[in-house]
Every structure is written in C-alpha cells, then in structure tokens.
C-alpha cells in the first residue's frame, strides 16, 4: 500500500506554490506527481510588500493574506490530487511550508513567520495538514532555518563520497553530507541566492528574474563592488546561521556601495557572482573534502551563475537530477517529509544544523 504525502512550499522568489506527491512506502522515497501553482500577479505584490523590511501592514491586511494565501496552498494541494487521479482519502497529511514574510531568529525576541492559513488547507482538501515547522526550532534556540538538510541527508548522502547540496531560491544554503555516517551532518545560509538578482532586473527592467542570467552576462563582474559587498558581517559569522530577503535587500545593497558608480548591468553580473563566490566559499571553507556539489532550488536554470560557481570549484557539480530528483521537486518533497516525521512523532531538525539546544518534533497538527 503506498504510503502517500503532499508537500507544499513557497520560497522567498515569490514565484508561486509547488507541490508535491510523495510515496513513502516500503523506506523509499518516491515522487508521484507535481504541479506547480503561479501566483497571480496581484497576490505576488501583495507578499513582496508584505515582506519588505520596511513595510508596516496593519492587522487586517496582514489577516486577509494569511487566509488567501491558505486558499491558494489549498488549490495547489487539489490541483495535485486531480492531476495525480488520486482521493484525497488516500493522503495521509500534507506539509505546508507556508510563506515566509519575515524571519528574524536573532532578535531580542526571536520569530519565524510564515502565513498561510492551515486550517483553510485542511478544510478545503479534508487531508490533515502539518505547518507552522520552524517556531519549535526556534523555542529549542535554533534558527529555525535551514531545515531542509534532514531531507537531503535521507535521500543524498553516499557511503563513498562526500557531498554538498546547494539550495539557491532567494536564499542559498549548503548542506554538508559526510561520507561517514558516524558524523554529523551540518548546514547553514550561505547567504543571498537569487534574491538580489531579482529585485535588481525588477527595479532596473521591471522584469521578475533574470533568465539565465542573460542581462548578467552583458555585464562586467566588479571586483571592487563584491570585494566591499562581502565585508558584510554575515559572511564571517561562523554557522549556525541564517538569513532571509529582509536582510539581503536593495535597502542593504544600497547602503553599502555607492550604485551610481557602476552601471546597471556590471552591477547584476557582481551580485550574481557574489551568490557564486559566497556558495563557494562556504563549501572550500565548511566542506574542503567535498567530492561532488549537487544544486537545487530556482538557482540552477541561471546558467550565468552555474558557470561562475563550476569555474570556483575544484570538484564536479552537477543537478539534483542526477541522482533521481529534478531540482525544482526538492523542497516540495522536504516538506512532505518534515509532514511525515511529525506524524510519526519523530523529530524534524539537525540540531547541528540550526544550533537548536536538541532535536525536536517540528510542526502543528490541524485535522
């Protein structure tokens, strides 16, 4: 009998729902069908402004969101069961990731605020709904990010090679697979993915993503510019750590360079190889015996930054895909699988990873 899970997740590029399938049964892991869901345009504006640093929104606002956004997860999850041929009866609980608008673990008083209202998604699909993972995390002293590294340790790690898997949505974060299993697994933010090369093209071609990195490449990469962007105290800060959109901002851009020396398009080739440069210190620095790099996440249809971080590492790397998951999947299935742990009661974190105080079972319950 399959054992079946939905996953659904929506990143900081704001670029719509995936989900995901997944048949657990018999100990593997197996993706059975995927859709994507685009956000409306509307909606889109709407989260970007609500995430937005400086942005104050009032109650109301902000409840609204939360609900729309509960109904569009909803929509995602029975798009999928259609496009599946598969009864909801048969799905034993969906993950919902919800959506990030801000993240902020280090404050006086640390939080992680996703929205997307789980009891809409578990009305309007009648499947269990598990969400609301990282605050537990953060209770225990953790980050509550990234949580993805249990996943990849389930479903990447080797017992003849050691490996790095490197998620770039707007955020990128490595996680670091020993080939020995008696050794702990670790991970953490390296620090910006896509999220500045988004809101750059936006502000200068009004553009959501720079496909390929096409505008990049017409650009010259600026020494100078990365050189004084990598000052940034978050580069040197030893993990656990993590970061989000609030942090990485054209508000954060903007106060350490003087833009108006540069030309538009020298300035997305720097920030695409600041991405690029940063992956890959963190992976020369945190992982030296690293033997492959497999990339996920949004990041790897950039073929401008796929080439600038194969130029800065020494071993192959290659897509998620090569070992059986399209890159685009990962984190859909991840988060079917944090559902699954919490329903079995198991915990969701590497401790090692978020610097939680101990491992801990992530996630509310709404049946």
């Known amino acids: 009998m399959p054992e079946l899970y939905i996953g659904l997740m929506s990143g900081t590029s704001v670029d719509g729902i995936d989900a995901s399938l997944v048949d657990f049964s018999d100990g593997n892991i197996r993706l059975v069908d995927f859709v994507h869901l685009p956000f409306a345009d509307d909606l889109k504006a709407d989260i970007q402004h609500a995430s937005n640093p400086d942005t104050l929104i009032a109650l109301q606002v902000y409840g609204a969101l939360d609900t729309r956004l509960g109904q569009q997860f909803a929509e995602a999850a029975n798009a999928l069961l259609t496009k599946a041929k598969i009864p909801a009866s048969s799905v034993k609980a969906i993950g919902s990731h919800g959506q990030t608008v801000h993240h902020a673990p280090d404050n006086r008083f640390p939080f992680s605020l996703q929205i997307g209202d789980p009891n809409l998604i578990a009305e309007k699909t009648g499947i269990t709904t598990v969400a609301d993972f990282r605050r537990r995390d953060i209770a225990a002293h953790g980050q509550g990010a990234p949580l993805v590294p249990a996943f990849h340790q389930a479903v990447f790690s080797h017992p003849n090679e050691h490996r790095c898997i490197v998620n770039i949505g707007g955020i990128a974060n490595i996680t670091v697979l020993p080939a020995d299993q008696t050794t702990a697994v670790t991970g953490f933010d390296t620090g910006p993915g896509n999220t500045l090369l988004d809101q750059w093209i936006h502000k200068h071609q009004g553009r959501n993503y720079d496909c390929n990195g096409a505008w990049a490449k017409t650009g010259e990469i600026n020494g100078k510019l990365v050189a004084l962007l990598k000052q940034d105290a978050y580069f040197q800060t030893a993990p656990p750590k993590s970061t989000g959109k609030e942090y990485f901002s054209l508000r954060w ?15 997305q080739a720097s920030l695409c190889y600041l991405t690029a440069v940063t992956i890959c210190d963190a992976i020369q620095k945190y ?18 930054l796929l080439q600038l971080i194969r130029q ?15 890159p685009n ?19 969701g974190n590497l401790k090692e990873v978020t610097g939680a105080h101990h491992p801990v079972i992530l996630g509310g319950i709404y049946s």
């Open 329 to 347: 999947h990962v984190e859909a299935m991840a988060f079917a699988w944090l559902a699954k742990q919490r329903i079995n009661n198991l915990p």
């Open 312 to 326: 800065n590492l020494a071993h192959p790397v290659a897509s998620t895909e090569t070992q059986g998951i399209h």
């Open 287 to 304: 992982a030296p015996v690293t033997g492959r790099t497999l990339i996920c996440g949004g990041g790897i249809h950039n073929d401008f």
């Open 253 to 267: 851009l903007e106060q350490k360079a003087n833009l108006s020396d540069y030309s538009a398009e020298d300035v």
